[in-house]
């Protein structure tokens, strides 16, 4: 059976380039980055040359990378080793479940938190973010790209009002790297989390950008590994797997492959918006229920602090580079094109709902037909609560459980998206006519 995978935000499989980078570390290479002998010598500078393409994925020093688990363990890392009993936390009700529960656990320890709510549309709004400022603000914590909608936060507005307060700044970049270009100066940040296996890269490995000068607290303790930063010993395949799929991502941000994923998630999204009572999550602001507001209190600024370390080439490009905006409109007609408030997304994402159907029965319909989607975050999948994404921006719990992400890989094809429009509206049709959803007797 033909099998079609789009969900690239839960996951993606090694580029062939990757698996034959990381080969002989498992075997011949297989030293410990530590030792003096000559493997560990040919380990350590393994680690060294994959140390220096992140810098370059980053735009950062090379000392300021330090490789870790992935993008759970670098999200921990900014919330567990930067604050303490006192601090307050600036996040947003949009973030991965590695920032929100990790907040949640800070306010055992006298961490306060404000949880800045997106617009229906799923942006974050600076202001808000502004308005959420304490004296006692010492963290802001705002992802790059959101991994259910896809859509881009403006990072870089967030960036300088956290240097205004003298607030350190945390970009989980998880899904944005590899889709967008990714530049830490530009961006004002201290700290930046990506993982190896959004971006054809393996499991299990990540990296954190820690802008000098940093005081974050290591989280595991034992040897003096990563400037002290992060104990254990190197996974060395994986940080070479990870540095292949890093300089091949930074490759096809600039050799069309992007452009090419938009028009394919594009052609996508038209031909399933064709289909009656759908539409996109993550571009229109209608579906704000009435009196819908941004949530963040307003708070007394703090004097302008810690200084940016402003002494890298620019880089070229923005982050908008590579974003292409929603055919989706605010409006009565969301399928006229015409969009009023244009979102940034990155350009593999799209989230659908569908009305009068139960998302998760087209997630397993879709399945059945060789099509893999996620509705909602793959972290939650098997829990029957709606997205707490779709819900901060507004959807009600029926419109949030009968919505679906397809997220395509850079490898996507035309093939691909034929398939998915040939068997998408076959179920969505069959679903609705069986649906009690439909029948009015489930909400
Ligand atoms: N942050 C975001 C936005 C994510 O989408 C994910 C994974 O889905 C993570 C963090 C966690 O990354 P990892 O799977 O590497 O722990």
Not at 276 to 289: D, K, L, M, R, S
Not at 310 to 334: C, E, T
Not at 430 to 440: E, M, Q
Request: glycine fraction near 10%; hydrophobic fraction near 40%; charged fraction near 20%.
């Amino acid at each position: 059976m033909t099998r079609v995978y789009m969900d690239a935000n839960a996951t993606t499989p090694l580029l062939p380039e990757v698996m034959e980078a990381m080969r002989p570390y498992w075997i011949e290479r297989f030293g410990n980055a530590s030792s003096i002998h000559l493997d560990g010598q040919q380990a350590h500078s393994a680690v060294d040359r994959a140390r220096a393409t992140l810098a370059e994925f980053f735009n950062c020093h090379d000392a300021e990378v330090v490789f870790n688990s992935g993008g759970t363990e670098g999200d921990n890392t900014a919330i567990f080793g930067l604050l303490r009993p006192g601090d307050h936390l600036i996040t947003t009700s949009i973030e991965h479940s590695a920032i929100l529960r990790a907040a949640d656990r800070m306010a055992e320890h006298g961490v306060e938190t404000t949880f800045v709510a997106p617009t229906a549309s799923g942006l974050i709004d600076p202001a808000a973010i502004e308005s959420a400022l304490r004296p006692e603000t010492r963290l802001i914590s705002v992802m790059l790209a959101n991994n259910e909608t896809g859509v881009l936060q403006p990072v870089e507005e967030i960036g300088k009002i956290a240097r205004a307060a003298g607030a350190f700044f945390h970009i989980d970049a998880v899904q944005g790297a590899g889709k967008v270009l990714l530049d830490v100066r530009r961006f004002g940040c201290h700290l930046c989390s990506i993982s190896a296996h959004k971006m054809h890269g393996p499991k299990g490995v990540g990296a954190l950008f820690v802008r000098r000068g940093t005081p974050i607290e290591s989280l595991l303790v034992g040897g003096s590994h990563e400037r002290r930063r992060r104990a254990g010993t190197e996974n060395v395949p994986g940080i070479v797997g990870l540095a292949k799929a890093a300089g091949l991502a930074m490759l096809s941000l600039e050799d069309g492959t992007m452009e090419r994923v938009a028009a394919l998630r594009d052609r996508l999204e038209a031909g399933i918006l064709a289909l009656p009572g759908t539409g996109v999550n993550g571009a229109a602001p209608q579906f704000a229920p009435e009196g819908w507001r941004d949530n963040s209190p307003g708070q007394a600024q703090r004097s302008p602090g810690k200084d940016a370390n402003n002494d890298l080439k620019p880089r070229r490009g923005a982050v908008n580079s590579f974003v292409h905006q929603n055919p989706g409109a605010p409006g009565p007609d969301f399928r006229t094109g015409e969009s009023t408030d244009p979102v940034p997304r990155v350009a593999n994402t799209t989230n659908i709902w569908f009305d009068h159907l139960e998302g998760e029965a087209l997630v397993i319909a879709l399945d059945l037909k060789g099509v893999a989607v996620s509705g909602g975050s793959a972290c939650h999948s098997g829990a029957t609560e709606p997205s707490h994404v779709l819900m901060a921006m507004g959807l009600d719990k029926t419109r949030a459980r009968a919505s679906l992400r397809f997220s395509l890989l850079k490898t996507a094809t035309e093939a691909d998206v034929d398939y998915v429009l040939q068997v998408v509206p076959v179920a969505v049709a069959h679903l609705r006519a069986i649906s009690p959803v439909a029948a009015g007797t489930a909400g």
